[in-house]
Antibody, heavy 122, light 106 residues
Framework: QVQLQESGPGLVKPSETLSLTCTVS??????????WSWIRQPPGKGLEWIGY???????NYSPSLKSRATTSIDTSKNQFSLKLSSVTAADTAVYYC??????????????WGQGTTVAVSS | EIVLTQSPATLSLSPGERATLSCRAS??????LAWYQQKPGQAPRLLIY???NRATGIPARFSGSGSGTDFTLTISSLEPEDFAVYYC????????FGQGTKVEIK
């Protein structure tokens, strides 16, 4: 059974870069069948899609975050990562990683991590 | 960017009642719409993909319908575990989520 686990600092200072990693167990990030996604949820609010990366390093981002977000994938560690630069208090949220099945046919974001809380504060 | 508008914001119902949740897109998303359920303190769970396909293990009381700009999630008879927040999400242009509908116990 595939499991995803987010990790990273729980507190980031304003203007700095938020860095998170998602470790995949029970499956492989090298598979061409998936997008590996990041989604966040500010306290008491709804879900916001940040972006995804595929096995080859191809990526796509929300237009509103594209200038600040970068994803990467490390097949040797079976992990993928998110960096969000120049953070402000508005970036305080629970950050989730998720697997999105795209092949052989589309299925959706079927596996999610438990989420990690990141606060932006000095 | 495609905006998804969910209504109502809150739905107050009793167990056993039928729930009808709406999701409207600002432009056509064809059938590329999913529904997720989220309970407090938990990650979202995939219910429906591509408008009407139930994900594995999702009970038959959950059904999705619609295409283009108007979509509906129906829960035929609410069970106690169904009281939660529901989100729609499109995939035709990047990915966006609706703001959510909370189904609460009346």
């Amino acid at each position: 059974q595939v499991q995803l686990q987010e990790s990273g600092p729980g507190l980031v200072k304003p203007s700095e870069t938020l860095s998170l990693t998602c470790t995949v167990s029970g499956g492989s990030v090298s598979s061409g069948s998936y997008y590996w996604s990041w989604i966040r949820q500010p306290p008491g609010k709804g879900l916001e899609w940040i972006g995804y990366i595929d096995y080859s390093g191809g990526s796509n981002y929300s237009p509103s975050l594209k200038s600040r977000a970068t994803t990467s994938i490390d097949t040797s560690k079976n992990q993928f990562s998110l960096k969000l630069s120049s953070v402000t208090a508005a970036d305080t949220a629970v950050y989730y990683c998720a697997r999105e099945i795209t092949r052989p046919s589309y299925y959706g974001m079927d596996v999610w991590g438990q989420g990690t809380t990141v606060a932006v504060s000095s | 960017e495609i905006v998804l508008t969910q209504s109502p914001a809150t739905l107050s119902l009793s167990p056993g009642e039928r729930a009808t949740l709406s999701c409207r897109a600002s432009q056509s998303v064809s059938s590329y719409l999913a529904w997720y359920q989220q309970k407090p303190g938990q990650a979202p769970r995939l219910l429906i993909y591509d408008a009407s396909n139930r994900a594995t293990g999702i009970p038959a009381r959950f059904s999705g319908s619609g295409s283009g700009t108007d979509f509906t999630l129906t829960i035929s008879s609410l069970e106690p575990e169904d009281f939660a927040v529901y989100y729609c999400q499109q995939r035709i242009s990047w990915r966006t989520f609706g703001q959510g509908t909370k189904v609460e116990i009346k």
